[in-house]
């Protein structure tokens, strides 16, 4: 296994200077950067191995086909699902939620129903389910957060019901980082009768993730947060109710048998999987897992968090600055939201990256936490295990020079 010194050397994007500067990426919670195996698979499907995927009785098509579902069984063993059948390759985290919405919340919320969510949602995982109760005539729910943002069980407990069909909430937030106790409230949602969806997007690059221990229903993530091409993502759904539900796109691949008035479907998960798929981002994710599985999820959060009770102790000792979130970080995942008192965030991230600096600043596709934090946008860090802390000492340094920039 590769120490995290020997890491950053299969990241060649992160050998450049910005602005005369080196390189400090913190922006993994937008998009990761990509090793040289990721990339290699990738051109390695475009140049030896390029075909579609279930059609063809050609060599290429069967090596591609071959590889595009290696990379499937992958995905399922990564996240201990119960087979690779459960497993359904999408564009990414917010197509994933839209087919649940779209399918299995079509089928299953009437009027007056009720779907349950928090003020942590990105808005991924909060305008589906808002347009289907719209659509629907059922009602939005929300779960109250901790001062600090997390959330209890107390306090999901407190909004569910009789009418509860649906409960869909983030598994670690994008912008106050905190990790919700799944398991805990799988439970506590099924004796209600009501399924379970997890947005995991910020959670599965970082942490080990098992659905089955968790015993979530629904459960979404992208691949290009975890090392992936873009155009790449994961609904992972229990076969049972992934049996029931109907497809929500229509056409090739997806088809057993089409008669003139009428057409059946192909079984789980190729149902769900219409047209072309990304073929090469695909396998290009089977290789970013075998990158992932080989170091170890268990060694990656820990170094994580080891890079993030740091960069929150250096940032606590600067004057004017808020931190979002809990200031312990065994009880966050990877990143810190934050502001400068008297400097607008979009303002902090261009002088970092004068220094070469990369953060996020905006609202975080989370307005509705926005404006529960008080605050029209924030700045973020967001760590991944290239980082190091070397890195975060660059970025303090910009945060003072952002101070002195402005005069405060």
Known sequence: MKNFAQIRSDFTILNQEVNEKPLVYLDNAATSQKPKQ????????????????????????????????????????????????????????????????????????????????????????????????????????????????????????????????????????????????????????????????????QAVPHMPVSVTDLDVDFYAFSGHKMLAPTGTGILYGKRELLERMEPTEFGGEMIDFVELFDSTWKEIPWKFEAGTPTIG????????????????????????????????????KIEGLTIYGPLDARKRCGLVTFNLDGIHPHDVATV??????????????????????????????????????????VFIRGLQLTKEYFGL
């Open 38 to 201: 990721v990339i290699d698979a990738l051109s390695r499907y475009y140049t030896e191995d390029n075909a579609n995927v279930h059609r063809g009785v050609h060599t290429l098509a069967g090596r591609a086909t071959d590889a595009f579902e290696a990379a499937r069984a992958k995905v399922a063993k990564f996240i201990s699902a119960k087979s690779s059948s459960e497993i359904i390759f999408t564009r990414g985290t917010t197509t994933a939620l839209n087919l649940v919405a779209d399918s299995y919340g079509e089928s299953n919320v009437g009027q007056g129903d009720e779907i349950v969510i928090s003020y942590l949602e990105h808005h991924s995982n909060l305008i589906p389910w808002q347009q289907l109760a719209k659509r629907k005539g059922a009602t939005l729910r929300y779960v109250e957060l901790e001062a600090d943002g997390s959330i209890t069980l107390e306090a999901v407990r407190s909004v569910l019901s009789e009418k509860t069909k649906i409960v869909a909430l983030a598994h670690v937030s994008n912008v106050m980082g905190v990790i919700a106790p799944l398991k805990e409230i799988a439970e506590l949602v099924h004796e209600f009768g009501a399924v379970l969806v997890a947005d995991g997007a």
């Open 352 to 393: 970092l990256d004068e220094e070469g600096v990369a953060v996020r600043a905006g609202h975080h596709c989370a307005q509705p936490l926005m404006k529960w934090l008080g605050v029209q946008s924030t700045a973020r860090a967001s760590f991944y295990l290239y980082n190091t802390k070397e890195e975060i000492d």
């Open 281 to 316: 981002g695909e396998i290009a994710l089977g290789a970013a897992i075998d990158y992932l599985s080989e170091i170890g999820m268990e060694n990656i959060h820990a170094y994580e968090e080891e890079l993030t009770a740091y960069a929150l102790s250096e940032m606590q």
